[in-house]
């Protein structure tokens, strides 16, 4: 049980900075998600929290205690790796129980703690094998295992599902979930799958080049992206992005979008609720952001809500949804239907949009503009 | 498979050529090792029943020379000797093989000169590199010269003349020979090592020693046995450093197996001899060689 806080810390590999200023400070409990994509620092920021890397500057602390110098044996975490890296040349049961022996534990007592968190994990007809004896998913139970031996303060996973097959890591997810739940204990949690970390994190921190864009709930996350790159990597299908200028129509603010219908651009004017607070950027160019699921049938719509009129050219059916690509503001976006209401390629359709959710960035920085 | 008609002939011909170019483009070499180190080697066998002299006599006498063989005391030199550099050659190559090869792994500057300049002796021939020991472990020339002028009289590294010490010289310089060579064998071992179970090691609490000797180490057990192999019968046919370096002497104190067949078949018009030494040699070679082999086959099998 910790708390973990990291300061204002920096990474660098010669003269790249692999990571720069990030701060981020989490509760004893937390499950924390860094989400981001390949290359971004994840694994570095999980290897120097583990005490694997050095910290360039600033610092880190757990339980307020600042642990830069600290040995990696001495800061009592414990890290899942991608590769699993479990030991080639010992049993099952030797290699959960290697940490404890350094640590000095009797044989009795590594013993009982090994058939516990074998009893957990479901592994216990496998102590006696080698790594190279298991299966993936085996090997991944082994691999928490070795974790969840030691009860250390803090876990650390580094992409511990990716090498899973698709149903397998869904399997998974629900048992690290579970086991969060369990322990209670203070996790961090390393993935480049934004739905791994929607479903399991308390909080996501998303990285890009090294720097933290947006740390809030997967809700704050996904609702109030803080830039264009939050916005377009957690959801899926992503978000629809359409460069438009702010106008003003009477005393409502909104955007004009225009959409395509018979071949023709029609445009329409969109009012944003709440637009009193865009008044100083009337005239000037934002991105507008609107999700699949924000553009979806008129009938079922709220009555409040701005109807378009749109052809749609592709329709791909996913089961519970149907998605609809259809053109606004000259690019292709994807609307989200209830598959009764779908219609086929090439006919036109009407579409509410749920505009009291759209998102309005900066054209410039990519930041979001308010709410 | 259906084959369409006319000029089916033809194809079947080229078929069948091409199902059979392998084998005829090995079958020479095939041959030619068949006669050459097979034919040699049951004809070698053969003749150590004979009481071949200067030539070679086809009349079989039974294990004759065999019995003459074992009641040398050339022989029993050159065997022994044959066991005391056989053993410190391979543990000592393996041991500092090994430790200069961890050492290089942790990823210190100028790694690349050091392992050039390690894996160099390799590339020189036994001859240079026995002629080069000769003279500096030479009393009058080497070492001990040099250190006697640095003023320090009574010191004494003469175990190239030292009977009983002879063969460990030929241990020193074929160590320097050969380590570096295993060093580059483990090296490009260690290097393929997971480094997240490394990682993973260390946070469970294993100091440096502990992680290689505990994981990295016991990983690298093929490679220990590929090692073993290749010193073990390079060991056995040593042949060439003994002769640029002692030349057998003092006496016949440093002799290897291969240099005793050498001077028996060669030299002293004992063939005859000289055929049953080099059926030994063999044999020790099949001990070594043949287990491993089993080994590797069966693995691969099971694998
Ligand atoms: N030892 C190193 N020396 C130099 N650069 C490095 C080193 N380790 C990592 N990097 C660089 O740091 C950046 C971040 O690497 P990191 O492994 O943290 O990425 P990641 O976010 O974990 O990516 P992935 O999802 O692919 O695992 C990469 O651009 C990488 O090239
Ligand atoms: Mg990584």
Known sequence: MATLSIENAGKSFGD????????????????????????????????????????????????????????????????????????????????????????????????????????????????????????????????????????????????????????????????????????????????????EAMTLADRIAVLKDGRIQQIGTPSEIYNTPANVYVAGFVG????????????????????????????????????????????????????????????????????????????????????????????????????????????EPGDSMEFALDMSRACVFDAETGMRLYG | MPQPKGGSSHRTVLDKLSRFLPQLVVAPSFLLILFFVYGFIIWTGYISFTDSRMLPAYEVQGFRQYFRLFAMDRWDVAFDNLLVFGAFYITLSLAIGCLLAVLLDQRIRAEGALRTIYLYPMAISFIVTGTAWKWMLNPSLGIESYIRGLGWESFRFDWIVDKDMAIYVVVIAAVWQASGFVMALFLSALRSVDQEIVKAAYLDGASTTRIYLGIILPSLRPVFLSAFVILAHLSIKSFDLVVALTGGGPGYASTLPANFMYEMTFRRNQIGLGAASAVMMLLTVAAIMVPYLYSELRGKRHA
Do not use: W
Request: glycine share 8%.
């Open chain 1, 16 to 195: 790249t900075d692999v990571l720069k200023d990030i701060s981020l400070s989490m509760d004893d409990g937390e499950f924390l998600v860094l989400l981001g994509a390949s290359g971004c620092g994840k694994s570095t920021l999980l290897n120097m929290i583990a005490g694997l890397e050095k910290v360039s500057h600033g610092t880190i602390r757990v339980d307020g205690e600042v642990v830069n110098d600290v040995h990696p044996k001495d800061r009592d975490m414990a890290m899942v790796f991608q590769s699993y890296a479990l030991y080639p040349n010992m049993s099952v049961e030797k290699n959960i129980a290697f940490g404890l022996e350094m640590r000095g534990v009797g044989r009795a007592e590594r013993k009982a703690a090994v058939e516990e968190v074998a009893r957990l994990l479901q592994i216990e007809h496998l102590l006696d094998r080698k790594p190279a004896q298991l299966s993936g998913g085996q090997r991944q139970r082994v691999a928490m295992g070795r974790a969840l031996v030691r009860r250390p303060k803090i876990f650390l996973f580094d992409e511990p599902l990716s090498n899973l097959d698709a149903q397998l890591r869904v399997e998974m997810r629900t048992e690290i979930k579970r086991l969060h739940q369990t322990l209670k204990a203070t996790m961090v949690y390393v993935t480049h799958d934004q739905i």
């Open chain 1, 236 to 343: 899926s299908p992503a978000m629809n992005f359409f460069e438009v200028t702010l106008e003003r129509d009477g005393d409502q603010i909104g955007v004009m979008l225009p959409a395509k219908l018979k071949g023709v651009d029609t445009p329409y004017f969109l009012p944003l609720p709440a637009g009193g607070q865009y008044h100083s950027h009337i005239g000037q160019p934002v991105v507008l952001g609107l999700r699949p699921e924000m553009i979806s049938q008129a009938t079922t719509a709220a009555p409040e809500d701005p109807v378009i009129t749109c052809d749609v050219d592709v329709v791909e059916p996913t089961g519970a949804d149907t998605l609809c690509v259809i053109r606004l503001a000259g690019r292709g976006a994807k609307a989200r239907v209830s598959p009764a209401f779908a219609c």
